[in-house]
């Protein structure tokens, strides 16, 4: 029974009463502030407790190998990624807006920032570790700027085809880097190609027992994510090669492993590096804050529709930048969003950020605790660990549906930017693999834009003529799929598949006269419906189609303008030099005086 306010009985009701008119009307009730800090637990049930314990226990039991394994990609000691762990934690739950998130140490990120800090660090190990944490600070600092400034939006500008190109050209690069650990030969420089050279000319000197406990490792670990996927394989491989290496004594056999992990808690304050020094990493930590954003965002958007709540992109720039500024105080590295351990966080049974608070007080416990567990991990199977991680970011199905896409129908009507798409993406992969990360990640962004400006300035002008049934349709179209199609004597009805504005309105005018050339009608019909908005160039531009229609004895007409379109041709012209609007086609069609 559904009951209204001020109404007695149910909806529908004939012996439903009203309120009296005198009767006061009742106050509606105000609806909850928003929380600031914790928002996420706001409205938080005593019920989730219980699986938000235990999903924090299972992303632990994820989060400590990974973390381990990260720092390697970021060319730092394994104890920085748990470092880092803590305060992300803590500190994306205090200020982020995703219930399931969980952030931390990630491979995608961690490689960008050996990268960056490569580039500065010049050999210099104990300034590789300074600037490590520095870049964690800077992509924090930058992450609150642009939440506070509301540049949430900023991630769209990079396009999903051309991020998926560069997280496979790095999945790639880290694979490639990690295989020398997995077989215990000794690693090359260069870029993958010239890694994967020098793994070729190495072959020859493999370590047989670390190269079977790695490919050992990685098959329990694929395994386990097949046919268990709840059971933390990363924890279990470790568990593997731990109790190997003391049971069989491997590391006397030549397997590397971890060796001694400072326990206890990380030194707290800001990082020993100059001011010239962070200010020189403000550039690149550019684009280390947009992959690490733009992957944190999605995780979390996946999620949040998931379990029909909402996320806001300018509070997870600031609970991304409280994590990687705590990260950065506390001698971590930098961190992000990770969609495989909040995939593991959700299928856990989360239902707040109490299960990413437990993994911090449980890592914290591992700090203080259980490092000396860790020591004797076999370099190997952090390898695997990685490897396994990565893998599935090897999208190649992803690109052959890019590639799929340009359909005959699309290739007809676009041409060859049918596969734009495609071939960004892997030019964005080939730049990661040729050039290294940073220049692939800026090869990627100016992808992305050049994209947005070659679109943003080819719309399409589509050729418009009636089917059997009186609709106006697409001329190409109704030729490819093979329906009878009659245009209209004398009109040329076109529909810019576009918003018009100042980098499309010359191209369009240009269009529109090639095909008035052609046909030499004596009405030309633009169809607004698909025209979302217009500029004063856009206005200007149709006026001046207008008095080069009149020049050929052939007149202009606007129809099915949308309200901004009409407003702003109202605003920026003339009234004389206004086309005549109308309602729809026909009207318009209607309106040709017989000849």
């Known amino acids: 029974m559904i009951r209204v306010p001020g109404l007695r009985g149910r909806v529908g009701d004939v012996t439903a009463t009203a309120p009296h008119p005198s009767a006061a009307p009742s106050p509606s009730p105000a609806p909850p502030r928003a929380w600031w800090v914790f928002g996420s637990l706001q409205g938080y049930r005593r019920s989730w407790l219980r699986g938000d314990v235990i999903a924090g226990l299972t992303v632990w039991a994820v989060l400590v190998p990974e973390s381990l394994a990260y720092a390697g990609i970021a060319g730092v000691s394994p104890v920085v990624g748990l470092y880092a762990a803590v305060p992300s934690l803590i500190l994306y739950a205090a200020l982020g807006s995703s219930r399931h998130l969980i952030v931390g140490p990630m491979s995608a990120t961690a490689a960008l920032s050996a990268s960056v800090v490569g580039a500065f660090a010049k050999g210099d190990d104990a300034l590789f570790v300074t600037l490590t944490t520095a870049v964690a600070l800077v992509t924090g600092l930058l992450c609150v700027v642009a939440g506070i400034a509301r540049l949430g939006f900023l991630a769209s500008f990079i396009s999903e085809p051309v991020l998926k190109g560069f997280i496979i050209g790095l999945a790639l690069t880290i694979i490639i ?3 020398p650990a997995a077989l215990g030969v000794d690693k090359g ?3 993958f190609f010239e890694k994967l050279w020098h793994i070729l000319t190495e072959l020859g000197d493999i370590q047989w027992t670390t190269a079977a406990l790695a490919v050992g490792c990685l098959a329990v670990l694929l395994v386990l994510k097949r046919v268990a996927p709840k059971i933390p394989g990363s924890l279990v491989v470790a568990v593997i090669g731990v109790l190997a290496v003391k049971v069989f004594h491997l590391d006397d056999h030549g397997v590397d492993i971890v060796g001694h992990i400072d326990s206890g808690l990380p030194a707290l304050g800001l990082p020993g590096a100059t001011w010239t020094q ?6 690149p930590c550019v684009g280390v804050m947009l992959i690490g ?11 949040a529709a998931r379990e029909g709540y909402d996320i806001d992109p300018n509070r997870e720039l600031l609970g991304m930048g409280a994590a990687n500024i705590g990260s950065g105080l506390a001698s971590g590295m930098v961190v992000n969003g990770s969609l495989s351990k909040t995939a593991v966080n959700g299928g856990a049974g989360a239902k707040s950020q109490v299960s990413g608070l437990t993994a911090a007080v449980l890592t914290l416990l591992t700090l203080l605790f259980l490092t000396s567990l860790f020591e004797s991990l076999p370099e190997a199977t952090l390898a695997a660990v990685v490897i396994a991680a990565v893998i599935e970011l090897v999208d190649v199905a992803a690109l052959r549906r890019l590639w799929r896409l340009a359909t005959p129908t699309v290739r007809t009507l676009y041409g060859s930017a049918a596969r734009d798409d495609f071939y960004a993406a892997l030019a964005a992969a080939l730049g990661v693999l040729l050039f290294d990360t940073l220049p692939g990640l800026v090869i990627g962004i100016v992808l992305s834009l050049l994209l947005l400006l070659v679109r943003a300035s080819h719309a399409r002008v589509a050729v418009l003529v009636r ?5 106006w349709v697409d001329a190409d179209r109704a030729s490819q799929l093979g329906r009878p199609s009659h245009p209209v004597d004398g009109v040329l009805v076109v ?6 504005f100042f980098a499309n309105a010359d191209r369009v005018r240009s269009a529109v006269r090639a095909l008035v050339a052609q046909q030499h009608p004596r009405l030309v019909v633009v169809d607004a419906a698909t025209v979302p908005f217009v500029d004063v160039d856009a206005a200007e531009m149709l006026a001046t189609l207008q008095k080069d229609l009149a020049r050929q004895d052939a007149r202009l007409a606007v129809a099915r303008d949308v309200g901004q379109v009409r407003e702003e041709l109202r605003a920026a012209l003339d ?3 206004q086309p005549p609007v109308f309602r729809d086609v026909d009207d318009a069609v209607a309106s040709l005086p017989a000849t």
């Open 495 to 500: 529909r810019p598949e576009s918003g018009l």
């Open 575 to 577: 009234r004389d030099e």
């Open 467 to 471: 089917d059997d049934a009186g609709a």
């Open 278 to 283: 962070y200010t020189d990493l403000v550039g």
């Open 293 to 303: 954003f733009a992957e944190a965002l999605g995780a979390a958007k996946t999620y």
């Open 189 to 191: 420089d260069g870029n």
């Open 177 to 179: 880097g990690q295989v």
